[in-house]
């Protein structure tokens, strides 16, 4: 019992030590929860702070975040990513133009 949860602090303590392009590696080769955990944590806010810029509303903001985590988790094994920072900065600025666009429609018609 003492020696899964020492392996499962190493893998914790290794998992957050990878750089950006080593997670999305990783999570490719096995669909590591864990490992999508940890590219949640370190881009919550910056996907939060795109989503405020475009979409001017909090909880509208909230709501994009998760259907941008959403997105990426059913697509990034698709996907080959040179620059994982910006690349992610451009899906979710995307993802809330895609929303603008959509809401502006629905009011046209």
Known sequence: MFLKSGNKNKKASKIKSMADEE???AFKQNG?????????????HLVFGVCMKYLRDEEGAKDAVMQVFEKL???LHRQEIQSFKSWIYTVAKNHCLMKLRKGKTILKE
Do not use: A, M, P, S
Request: zero cysteines; proline letters at 0%; aromatic letters at 26%.
């Open 23 to 25: 997670l999305v590696f």
């Open 32 to 44: 590591d929860n864990e490992i999508f955990g940890e590219i949640f944590q370190r881009y919550t």
């Open 73 to 75: 988790f059913n697509d």
